[in-house]
């Protein structure tokens, strides 16, 4: 049995004071309020807050922070940096390089992440002999960087979509591809996840996977697994992968994933920037998460998505730091806020507990983690203590802190119980040179 007091803690749908949490075997048995301190609490003097869940992530696009500037241009030559990152790593390499990120991750207050894993075989396009090589090594390196991981496999397919048709994959996109959703579906069948990972399943996007493949995997896919994980995808998140839908199908990609009945209850659109109304009632109606990534949004010069409209139209929000452009969900937070503000010229469009319900409850969901993201009897033991006294969050309200914080003022992080961040150190010590060290050996990718 462990016990911590928190002089203010941000407990389901209200703030709290004084509050004593006690976990045994990783879940919270009992949550107090307005008690004082006791002789063996372990006493945080910021604000408690739930664990952040990082809905999504590309952990490689890491190695891309500050180099892909020099030249503006578009997402489009963004990609092929980024694809020449891909084109360096082996499973020996992303662990290193994932361990790192993953570590920043948990300083930065997250205590789960959603890996859209792609980077599945050589850079040859064959199978390692372990055909899960690089899944196992973003799970050893969550292990030991002390976040919870949840695997979205992706199934990646053809190299594109143009007016004529879907394109045959480049040879860096070769390592993305199992070739067939079956392929795909036996080869994420046949590895066995440590304890606490979980597995769910990922279509990259609808340009990278045909229709009749959509169908397919829409029969394979629930089947899998005896108890169904979540589904991502990414949707809409340019303005020429819509343009090419609706001059191939006829339809939006939205329209497109609904009529092959990939749109439910335990699916994730990531990005949702650019969508029609009748996309918003979609999703909406669904129950479909949105899962924004304002900064990347922002370093993408991807646009800025519905949020607002999504969540009146039945859609749970979720974010991600994708890119990792910042590892900061404080910033992810405000970013879905202020973006809200600069295109309807009003202040307050999230209320506090509903940013932070996003970042945190419904995250976790959003991750197959039901039972996660609260500080409540039964609910897994995560917590992050947020410093009230810092340069940036002094004066700050307790229950307004999300405006004024960053990933700096984490100074305590719990995951079931284990103290992973104390006063603003990780367990494996500093992170920079793990992170300095692993980016050195992948060059640059100009």
């Not at 209200?14 to 990783?26: F, K």
């Not at 990609?79 to 993953?102: G, K, N």
């Not at 650019?274 to 999703?283: K, M």
């Not at 129950?287 to 009146?312: Q, S």
């Amino acid at each position: 049995m462990i016990t911590f007091w928190a002089a203010y803690a941000q407990l389901p749908g209200r703030a709290a004071e004084r509050v004593r949490l006690t976990a045994v075997d990783g879940r919270f048995t009992s949550v107090e309020t307005d008690v004082a301190p006791g002789p063996t609490d372990t006493r945080l003097s910021g604000v408690v807050l739930p664990g952040f869940a990082n809905a999504h992530s590309h952990a490689f696009h890491r190695a891309l922070r500050g180099r892909t500037h020099a030249q503006g241009g578009t997402f489009w030559t963004w990609r092929q940096q980024m694809y020449a990152t891909a084109a360096a790593l082996d499973p020996d390499r992303y662990f290193e390089l994932a361990r790192a990120v993953y570590a920043e991750m948990v300083l930065a207050g997250m205590t789960a992440v959603g890996e859209f894993h792609y980077l599945h075989h050589d850079c040859a396009g064959r199978r390692y002999a372990d055909p899960n090589a690089m899944t196992a090594a973003l799970a050893a390196a969550a292990g030991e960087a002390g976040i919870r991981l949840t695997v979205l496999d992706v199934c990646y397919l053809s190299g594109g979509l143009t007016a004529g048709g879907h394109l045959p994959l480049d040879p860096v996109q070769e390592r993305f591809s199992d070739g067939s959703v079956d392929a795909w579906a036996e080869r994420v069948a046949s590895w066995t996840p440590p304890d606490g990972v979980i597995v769910g399943s990922a279509i990259h996007s609808v340009r990278a996977v045909p229709e009749p493949a959509l169908a397919r995997f829409a029969e394979v896919e629930p089947g899998m697994a005896d108890t169904v994980g979540p589904l991502h995808v990414h949707l809409s998140e340019q303005p020429a992968e819509n343009a090419a839908v609706q001059e191939f199908y006829g339809c939006t990609p939205t329209e497109l994933l609904d009529r092959n009945n990939l749109l439910t209850e335990r699916t994730s659109a990531v990005h949702a920037t650019h969508l029609t109304p009748g996309d918003i009632t979609r999703l909406g109606r669904r129950a479909t998460y949105a899962c924004f990534c304002p900064t990347t949004e922002r370093d993408l010069a991807d646009g800025i998505g519905p949020a607002r409209a999504l969540a009146a139209a039945g859609s749970p929000l979720t974010l991600g730091s994708d890119q990792h452009a910042v590892i900061d969900m404080f910033a992810e937070i405000r970013g879905l806020e202020m973006h809200e503000r600069l295109i309807s010229n009003e202040r307050g469009r999230f209320t506090p507990t509903e940013l932070i319900t996003a970042a945190t409850e419904v995250g976790q969901r959003s991750l197959g983690r039901a039972d996660a993201g609260r500080i409540a009897v039964g609910a897994p033991a995560d917590l992050v203590e947020i410093d009230l006294a810092s340069i940036r969050t002094a004066g700050s309200h307790a229950d307004q802190v999300i405006y004024a914080a960053t990933a700096t003022d984490v100074k305590t992080v719990v995951v079931g119980g284990d103290t992973v961040v104390r006063d603003g150190e990780h367990r494996l010590g500093s992170i920079g040179p793990l992170l300095t060290k692993s980016l050195a050996q992948l060059g640059d990718s100009r």
